[in-house]
């Protein structure tokens, strides 16, 4: 089972493979109390009740989750691992933030964990993980392999369940209230939990045959991560590794989705949004870059040469951009006087720089292999203020599995090589 599939959402297992929530709960409470019959007691079932559940588990995971220690019970080894998962999967439910209620339950049920533990299944989370990255009920049920009604019934009766409006919109325009996307995100962060469970206990024996996304930006695509991934794939022949590209808001919705483990790229500092953290890796310059021909190459070049060639600039929420446009305003380039085409694609860009005297605003490390076979090069002008910190971003409450602690140690490696180039 990968945690992802091929177009970047959640691949979820079938639902006669997905644990039950209070099965989960109450292996966290046996753990913990070392008891069995005291967790069953803890979550009002009866003793075979429990017995019955774990063995459950233990035919979904295919390991022996705990073992007897004289007059206690304990986990193994091998349930030590689902354990972890088991209770981060329910902090993530625990910490949805749904705000207040908007339809009264059909009866009085507590909130928080215990309201989805006792009532809701996984399958019923598994449908509105499904609905948030496709974004209709007629796709999450294509991806579901289900009728489009029992998707749409199971989502109701989440509504009921969580007492409030998940959903907003008539018939085909349906969408996702803001209880309703905090809810999904964190259903689809809870099922990926089990789905990494499963890897690390493949990983125990040998078999690192798991999937990892790597959101990438623009100044990560050319060199830093493809040298990664390259080192990575050398050590696990058999990992499944998925490099998608997109806007940063884009790949972070992801990232809060479970459906990209990192991010690669500029970091954003200040503007990063809660829950998210970033880690540094190595600090890249802007340059002018043209085709290698161009007026402006192999002379010194003053701001006021760069007045006449049209601008190819990257998206407006890009920091290049920012850039751009203090450098705009020192010198008073007027966009008016010579127009500008905008693009976050290196093949546009490329094709633009090479049929024309436009300018761009870019990394050299991004035009690398361009500038190696002679095609572009940075023009001879000092861009002040062009430094970017570029670096990892994650989610803070992030547990990364083997594969992704082996691409993150690759990465800084190759940061470090990268770095040392520029001399």
Same mark, same amino acid.
């Given at each position: 089972m990968d945690p992802l599939d091929?177009?970047?959402?959640?691949?979820?297992?079938?639902?006669?493979?997905?644990?039950?929530?209070?099965?989960l709960r109450l292996l966290v409470a046996?753990?913990?109390?070392?008891?069995?019959?005291?967790?069953? &007691?803890?979550?009002?079932? +009866?003793?075979?009740?429990?017995?019955?559940?774990?063995?459950k588990l233990s035919r979904i995971f295919g390991v022996r989750l705990l073992e007897r220690v004289g007059n206690n /019970? *304990?986990?193994?080894?091998?349930?030590l691992v689902v354990l972890r998962r088991a209770a981060r999967a329910l902090e993530h439910l625990r910490n949805v933030d749904m705000g207040h209620r908007t339809r009264r339950?059909?009866? *009085?049920?507590? !909130?928080?964990?215990?309201?989805?533990?006792?009532?809701?299944?996984?399958a019923q989370l598994r449908? /509105?993980?499904?609905?948030?990255?496709?974004? +209709?009920?007629?796709?999450?049920?294509? &991806?579901? !392999?289900?009728?489009?009604?029992?998707?749409?019934?199971?989502c109701r009766d989440l509504e009921r369940i969580v007492a409030r409006d998940l959903f907003e919109g008539v018939q085909r325009n349906r969408s996702l209230t803001r209880a309703g996307q905090a809810l999904a995100a964190c259903a689809s962060l809870a099922m990926k939990e089990v789905l990494l469970a499963h890897a690390e206990l493949r990983e125990r024996v040998g078999v690192f045959d798991s999937r990892l996304v790597i959101g990438t930006l623009p100044l990560a695509r050319t060199r830093l991560v493809p040298s990664a991934v390259l080192s990575v794939m050398a050590r696990y022949p058999l990992a499944r590794i998925e490099i998608i590209d997109g806007t940063y808001d884009a790949l972070v919705q992801k990232l809060r989705y479970g459906a990209c483990d990192l991010i690669v790229g500029a970091l954003r500092g200040a503007a990063c949004g809660p829950g998210l953290s970033e880690s540094y890796l190595l600090t890249d310059k802007l340059s002018v870059v043209a085709r290698r021909d161009h007026p402006l190459s192999a002379r010194a070049v003053i701001a006021s040469d760069l007045a006449h060639y049209p601008w /190819?600039?990257?998206?407006? *929420?890009?920091?290049?951009?920012?850039? @751009? !446009?203090?450098l705009a305003q020192a010198h008073g380039w007027s966009d008016a006087a010579r127009g500008h085409v905008e693009t976050g694609s290196l093949v546009a860009l490329r094709?633009?720089? =090479?049929? +024309?005297?436009?300018?761009?605003?870019?990394?050299?490390?991004?035009?690398?292999?361009? @500038?190696?076979?002679?095609?572009?090069?940075p023009l001879d002008f000092p861009v002040e203020e062009?430094?970017?910190?570029?670096?990892?971003?994650? =989610?803070?409450?992030?547990?990364?599995? +083997?594969l992704l602690r082996a691409f993150l140690d690759s990465l800084a490696v190759s940061a470090g090589e990268q770095q040392a180039s520029k001399g």
């Open positions: 091929c177009d970047g959402r959640l691949a979820l297992p079938n639902p006669a493979e997905l644990p039950n929530l209070r099965h046996a753990v913990e109390s070392n008891s069995l019959t005291s967790a069953a &007691h803890q979550l009002h079932i +009866s003793q075979p009740a429990a017995s019955q559940a774990i063995a /019970i *304990a986990a193994t080894s091998e349930g339950a059909a009866t *009085a049920r507590p !909130e928080g964990i215990d309201q989805l533990e006792r009532y809701a299944s996984m449908a /509105i993980a499904s609905f948030a990255t496709t974004g +209709s009920f007629a796709l999450a049920a294509r &991806h579901l !392999e289900q009728t489009e009604t029992s998707v749409q019934r199971a /190819i600039l990257p998206r407006r *929420a890009a920091p290049a951009r920012a850039v @751009y !446009e203090r094709g633009l720089l =090479l049929g +024309s005297d436009a300018l761009t605003l870019i990394s050299p490390d991004q035009i690398y292999y361009e @500038y190696m076979t002679g095609l572009l090069a062009g430094s970017r910190e570029i670096g990892v971003t994650q =989610l803070e409450s992030a547990l990364p599995s +083997s």
